[in-house]
C-alpha cells in the first residue's frame, strides 16, 4: 500500500515534467530578432532547423550585430551541417550586400555554388567578389571554374591566365589552372596551345613539374595538334647580365626587329602597343586579361604573333599579351615570357643562359 506522502510526491513530480513540456516547444520557436535575420537575409527554415544551437546562436548575433562577420560563417557552416547549402550561400550574399562587402562570405558562397553546380549564380557571384577585390586571383579563378562549368571555354581560360598572372609567389601556385586551361584549350581543338599551358607549367619548376602526367599529356597534345614543327633551331648562349641588371635580347616578331627583355618570370611574351600595331600583331578582338606589372595591374590584350626568332630559335603561333605602352615598365619593346621560353630548354648558370631545343622523350 502507498503511503499517501509517496502519492503525493509521486504527483508533484509528474506535475513538473508536465509543466516543462510547453517550455521546451515554445525554445523550438525563432526569437522576434531571430524572425528578423532570417528575412533580412532572404531564406526560410524550419523551426526544427533555428533551433538547432550551432544554428540559432550566430542567428541571434546577427539579430544583435548586423554586420558581425564571424557569425555570418559560422551561421553558413551550421547551415551547411544541416543541408540547407543554398541557404547558406544565399545568408552570405545578402550579408555582403548589406555590409559593404565581405570577401570572405562571398568566396565561401562561390565555392558552396559551384559544389551545387549552380554555374550560373557562382560566375555572378564571383564577378561581384572581383569588384571587391581587383587585384586578388581568387577571384579570377572561381569565376574560371563557374565559367567552364557554364561551358564558357574561352571565358573560363581569360581568367585561369589572369588567376596565375596575379598569383604572388609562382613557387607555391597549384597545377589547377594550368591543367584547367589546357583542357580548355583541348575543347576548343587548339591541342599546341593546351600543349603550351603545360609547358609554361613544368618550365617553373622542371625538377618537379616534369612528371609522367605532364609528359604524357604534352605527348598527347604535339600529337593531335603536330605541334613538334612549332618550334626549330639550335643552342643559343647568351652571357648573363651584372647582378641587378637586365638581359636584352635582339628578336624578331613577325618580321619586325625588337629588343625584349628576358623574364623566366612572366608567363607570355609582353608587347608595348605600340610595337604590336608596328609588328601587325594579330589581336583576339573581345578578349582580355590582366597582368601583374612594376607599375602594378594593368589590362592586357590577348593576341598571338606568326613567328617569333631568337638568334636560330624559331617559334610559330606564340600567344602574347599586348599592354599600354603608358603602363610598362621596361625599357624596351616587351618582355620574352614563358610563351615563348616554355617550349625550349632554359638552363642558367652563374655566368650564361643557355637555350635549346627540348628533345623528345
Known sequence: MVSASARRV?????????????????????????????????IELPASVTANAAVRAPLEQLGREKCDQTAILDLAKALEQAGYRREAAVAEVNFSSQCGGYAAALRDAINILLKLSDFTTAEHVAGNLIKLEPYSDNGYFLRALARDGNGSPKSAIDDYITAIELFGNKDRISSVSYYKMARDYEKLGQFCDAMLAIQRWVALDPSRHDTSQSRAMLADYAAKGGCAAATSGGTETFPLARRGGVLTLPVTVNRASATL?????????????????????????????????????????????????????????????????????????????????????????????????????
Not at 508533484?12 to 523550438?28: D, Q, T
Not at 525563432?30 to 528578423?36: D, F, L, M, N, R
Not at 602574347?320 to 642558367?348: C, K, M, Q, W, Y
Open 261 to 361: 627583355v628576358l623574364d623566366t618570370g612572366a608567363s607570355f611574351v609582353v608587347l608595348k602597343d605600340s610595337f604590336a600595331r608596328k609588328a601587325g600583331i594579330d589581336l583576339d578582338e573581345g578578349r582580355s586579361v590582366h597582368v601583374l606589372t612594376a607599375n602594378g595591374v594593368a589590362d592586357g590584350k590577348l593576341g598571338r604573333a606568326s613567328t617569333i626568332q631568337l638568334r636560330s630559335l624559331k617559334a610559330t603561333g606564340v600567344p602574347v599579351v599586348v599592354e599600354p605602352d603608358s603602363a610598362a615598365a621596361f625599357h624596351a619593346d616587351g618582355l620574352l615570357g614563358l610563351s615563348f621560353l616554355s617550349r625550349f630548354n632554359v638552363t642558367i648558370d652563374a655566368h650564361t643562359i643557355r637555350i635549346a631545343p627540348r628533345k623528345p622523350r
Open 10 to 42: 509521486f504527483a508533484a513530480i509528474v506535475a513538473a515534467g508536465l509543466s516543462a513540456l510547453p517550455l521546451a516547444a515554445a525554445s523550438a520557436e525563432p526569437a522576434a530578432g531571430t524572425a528578423e535575420t532570417l528575412t533580412r537575409f532572404a
